[in-house]
């Protein structure tokens, strides 16, 4: 028989909103609000201090290849122990380092390479909290479909407000009260985090990190579905995600002034809200499938920024690919929760989490050097037509294409 592309009915209702659920629903978007606010900060930072494209690009890519090397020993550590004081400790460095990038910034110039070393730093904390975000999920809700979902809006909701917000403050004040209220937000965080009522958390330390990083290998290489997409997201990091923020950063900002970046973002984070709205209610018999279908609609985004139309078109591009991107999320997520073990949730999340963004450093740094050889808008247009190759193939790939939802615990 066939399968249907989404379910028509849907699942029984249960209880979402417990007490724990709504700890780490307020710790998730509190944090997510204040990261959101940092793209749109550290741009108008590093090109009003005069380091540019490149300045922009080589900040975000040390952050984002510090994590993706580290995020793999983090969810060893997160399996052999516990991930909730990982990611209490993890919230504590990620405070102190945007705390300091703040004060810097109210006291004089801060150079190049104390950002990027912050950036490092913070990379390497994120990826000691980042794995424990996905075996959290499946302790604290029964349905961790509707969890995602209601994750996923609250993602967009900050996605949505963050930029706005940035903008407002940076136009207002300065860059340096983003980096502060950033710094507030990862110690609402770790209260919230430190107050949750967890199960036991059983572990078997018997083997060494070596082995546990061999296991958590031979899960993720064991699951063709998994590590396909993964090899997808790498074309998708080099050529769209790593040179969005920079080139798009750029593109607008020269032609609709700082604000206008803020918005762009913020309507890619109004598509989101939605897109999680969709996908709590649509369920598809074939997550990655129906995933797929929805990420035809994220090219907009970077074509967006490379026609740079008139700002209510352009938010308009932005939004309708913040919510196939959203909806692709929820799918993607609930299929890593439900497919993968929960004593090896963890590893196999750190091996796909570091899968999916070691490619975007590799983007974000080379933007600048190749913005100069070609052009910004042609680059941005290059990212469309891929972005929109690596939506087809989401659908083309077999194992992406057939992989069935997996039955509720």
Sequence with gaps: MALSVAEAVAPPPSRLWSRNFSLYFTARIVA?????????????????????????????AAWMGAFALFVVFGGVFADRFHPRPQMIGADAVRCVIQGSLAAYLWLGHPPLWFIVGGAVLGGIATAMFQPGLSS???????????????LRVSQGISTMAGPALAGMLVATTSAAWVFAANAATFVVSGICLAALRLPPFEVDRSESTLANLRTGWVEFRSRSWLWSVILIWWVLGVFVWGPITPLGAASIIAEHGKAAFGYAEGAFGAGCVLGGLVAIRIRPARPLFGGGLAM??????PLAAALVPSLPLLMLGYAVSGLGWAFWGVQWATT???QVPED???????????????????GQAIAGPASSLFGIHQLLLVAAVISLCCAAALIVVHPVRRLTRAAPA
């Design 336 to 338: 890593v929760q439900t």
């Design 136 to 150: 959290l999920v499946p302790q604290i809700a029964a349905d961790p479909q509707k969890a995602n979902g209601v």
């Design 344 to 362: 090896r949730l963890n590893r196999v999340a750190a091996y796909e989490v570091a899968g999916s963004i070691l490619a975007v450093p590799f």
């Design 296 to 301: 035809f609609l994220f090219p907009l985004m």
């Design 32 to 60: 997510m609000l204040g990261d959101a606010m940092i793209p749109v900060a550290m741009a108008v930072v590093m090109l009003s201090l005069g380091y540019g494209v490149s300045g922009v690009g080589f900040a975000l």
